[in-house]
């Protein structure tokens, strides 16, 4: 039981919600001006669980049959049969209607947004046989996260809350182009598609680190447009920093860079941008 229940932890890389997680309490922070209250911040976390981890469920469901050909995914659940396609498929069931309950606890616009939030992870795993822009739809779908949070909150969909999600999704959109850098070739023997793909990786990876320049420009325009306290910039320049050394240790020559401690080092970006932000209405 407990190696089962180890599985679809791994399956739904619960560890995954430090991108997605921080950034909606930091939207409820800022529509609420740093008090949205524990309950509300109770039922952001379990809908924001609940839709991420429906979503990577769908991902893999729906990417199994490359996942099983591809040599970085031979240890994946679904891959080596730890979670079959019936278990895979009662935990997306489960996930949202986990997500579907604690949105209707928050404000009832939320209700009513949730399906138009839906909309891009849902849609997110067939891009890729689509177009190579299935990074922005990616990041479309994380950035549903700040503005659920943001709503939940009681705030109206206005400038700033745009302003912050457009830098979330440029962030991770960015982000996952270079990590799908490594993939070009097997994308390309399987006909699917990325930046990468499009265009090169080394034009794909100047491209995200447009990206990611842009993204922390969304960040100090969205502290100057709120007038936030000195400790919101402290994020931003933490934020900054992660993406600079991220970017300087990028080499799309070999890819041993590109471990797990990577990818995770990114979540440092969503922990001190919240952290930072929700210090900077105590000063």
Same mark, same amino acid.
């Given at each position: 039981?407990?190696?089962?229940?180890?599985?679809?932890?791994?399956?739904?890389?619960?560890?995954?919600?430090?991108?997605?997680?921080?950034?909606?309490?930091? $939207?409820?922070?800022?529509?609420?001006? $740093?008090?949205?209250?524990?309950?509300?911040?109770?039922?952001?976390?379990?809908?924001?669980?609940?839709?991420?981890?429906?979503?990577?469920?769908?991902?893999?469901?729906?990417?199994?049959?490359?996942?099983?050909?591809?040599?970085?995914?031979?240890?994946?659940?679904?891959?080596?049969?730890?979670?079959?396609?019936?278990?895979?498929?009662?935990?997306?069931?489960?996930?949202?209607?986990?997500?579907?309950?604690?949105?209707?606890?928050?404000?009832?616009?939320?209700?009513?947004?949730?399906?138009?939030?839906?909309?891009?992870?849902?849609?997110?795993?067939?891009?890729?046989?689509?177009?190579?822009?299935?990074?922005?739809?990616?990041?479309?779908?994380?950035?549903?996260?700040?503005?659920?949070?943001?709503?939940?909150?009681?705030?109206?969909?206005?400038?700033?809350?745009?302003?912050?999600?457009?830098?979330?999704?440029?962030?991770?959109?960015?982000?996952?182009?270079?990590?799908?850098?490594?993939?070009?070739?097997?994308?390309?023997?399987?006909?699917?598609?990325?930046?990468?793909?499009?265009?090169?990786?080394?034009?794909?990876?100047?491209?995200?680190?447009?990206?990611?320049?842009?993204?922390?420009?969304?960040?100090?325009?969205?502290?100057?447009?709120?007038?936030?306290?000195?400790?919101?910039?402290?994020?931003?320049?933490?934020?900054?920093?992660?993406?600079?050394?991220?970017?300087?240790?990028?080499?799309?020559?070999?890819?041993?860079?590109?471990?797990?401690?990577?990818?995770?080092?990114?979540?440092?970006?969503?922990?001190?941008?919240?952290?930072?932000?929700?210090?900077?209405?105590?000063?």
């Amino acid at each position: 039981m407990r190696e089962k229940v180890q599985a679809h932890i791994e399956n739904i890389a619960l560890h995954h919600t430090v991108f997605d997680l921080p950034f909606a309490y930091m $939207g409820a922070f800022l529509a609420a001006k $740093g008090h949205p209250g524990w309950g509300t911040l109770l039922w952001i976390t379990l809908a924001v669980t609940g839709a991420r981890s429906a979503a990577l469920a769908i991902d893999n469901f729906v990417d199994l049959k490359y996942d099983k050909v591809h040599p970085r995914f031979t240890k994946r659940p679904m891959v080596r049969g730890a979670v079959t396609k019936g278990e895979a498929l009662l935990l997306i069931a489960m996930s949202l209607a986990l997500c579907l309950y604690a949105v209707a606890k928050l404000p009832p616009v939320c209700l009513r947004l949730l399906p138009l939030a839906a909309l891009p992870f849902v849609v997110y795993p067939f891009m890729k046989r689509l177009t190579g822009l299935c990074h922005a739809v990616l990041g479309v779908a994380i950035a549903m996260a700040p503005a659920g949070g943001w709503m939940a909150a009681g705030g109206q969909i206005d400038p700033p809350m745009l302003l912050l999600c457009s830098a979330v999704g440029i962030w991770i959109g960015a982000f996952d182009v270079i990590y799908g850098v490594q993939d070009e070739a097997f994308d390309r023997t399987h006909g699917l598609h990325s930046l990468a793909t499009e265009v090169g990786a080394a034009q794909a990876v100047a491209l995200a680190r447009i990206g990611h320049f842009l993204c922390i420009l969304c960040f100090t325009a969205l502290g100057a447009l709120l007038h936030l306290a000195f400790p919101y910039y402290i994020g931003v320049f933490i934020a900054a920093a992660t993406l600079f050394y991220q970017h300087s240790i990028v080499d799309i020559r070999q890819f041993r860079w590109l471990t797990q401690r990577y990818f995770m080092r990114n979540g440092i970006v969503a922990v001190a941008m919240f952290l930072c932000t929700a210090a900077s209405f105590y000063f």
